[in-house]
C-alpha cells in the first residue's frame, strides 16, 4: 500500500544554528573559568573569604529579585487600576537577571550581575533588546506565528491534517495491578 509519493530513507536534518553549536561549549569554558577564579582568590585570601563573598552574592541577589518582582507587581497592580496597560521595558527584567546572576557561585556572574543593576546599563540593554525583537519581527515572514501552530497539527501520510488528543487506551485484565487501583466508574 503506497501513496504514490517517493520518500527518501535518509532525511535531510537542519542545519544546527551556530548558537546551539557554541553555546554548550561557552557554558563549560564560562564553568571552568568560575571554579579557576575561586579557587585562586581561595589560595590568596582563605577558604572562608570565598564562602563569605558567595553567601554575600547569594543573600543580594535574592534581594534584588524580591525588589525587582514587588516593583513589578506594583507596577502592573497600578496600570491594571487605570485600565491601561504595564508600561513596557520597566528595567525589572535585566534587574532580576541580575540577581540571578548574584545568586549563581561565581565572582565572574557576580560582577555581570551587579554590572546590571547599573540604570544606564538596564536602559541600553532593553533599548538594544526592543531594536532586536523588532528587527525580528520585521524579518519573519508573514502568518509565521500560524506557521508555528500548524506545526503542531498531526500530519497523515496521505496529507491531511488532523487534530486532536491522544488517549491512552491500556488493554488491562480484571486481574492485573493498574486494573484495581482505578475508581469504580458508578457509586
Known amino acids: 500500500m503506497t501513496t504514490g509519493a ?5 532525511p535531510t ?3 544546527r544554528s551556530r548558537l546551539r553549536r557554541f553555546l554548550p561549549l561557552g557554558v ?3 564553568l571552568v573559568l568560575e571554579i579557576w577564579l575561586l579557587t585562586l582568590v581561595a589560595g590568596a585570601a582563605g577558604g572562608l573569604t570565598v564562602f563569605l563573598l558567595l553567601l554575600a552574592g547569594f543573600v543580594a541577589g535574592s534581594v534584588v529579585i524580591k525588589r525587582a518582582g514587588r516593583r513589578a507587581f506594583r507596577s502592573l497592580n497600578e496600570a491594571l487600576q487605570r485600565g491601561g496597560s504595564p508600561e513596557r521595558g520597566g528595567g525589572n527584567g535585566f534587574m532580576m537577571l541580575g540577581g540571578l546572576l548574584l545568586m549563581i557561585p561565581g565572582l565572574i556572574s557576580d560582577a555581570v550581575g551587579l554590572l ?3 540604570p544606564p546599563v538596564q536602559k541600553a540593554l532593553s533599548r538594544s533588546a526592543e531594536r ?3 528587527r ?3 524579518e519573519a515572514a508573514p502568518g509565521s506565528l500560524g506557521d508555528a501552530f500548524q506545526q503542531v497539527r498531526i500530519h497523515r501520510p496521505d496529507g491531511k491534517v488532523v487534530q486532536g488528543e491522544v488517549i491512552r487506551n491500556d488493554k488491562d485484565e480484571p486481574g492485573d495491578a493498574a486494573w ?8
Open 6 to 10: 517517493p520518500t527518501s530513507s535518509h
Open 13 to 15: 536534518r537542519a542545519r
Open 28 to 30: 563549560a569554558a564560562w
Open 116 to 118: 546590571l543593576l547599573i
Open 132 to 134: 532586536t525583537v523588532d
Open 136 to 138: 525580528k519581527l520585521r
Open 180 to 187: 484495581e487501583q482505578r475508581p469504580p466508574l458508578t457509586s
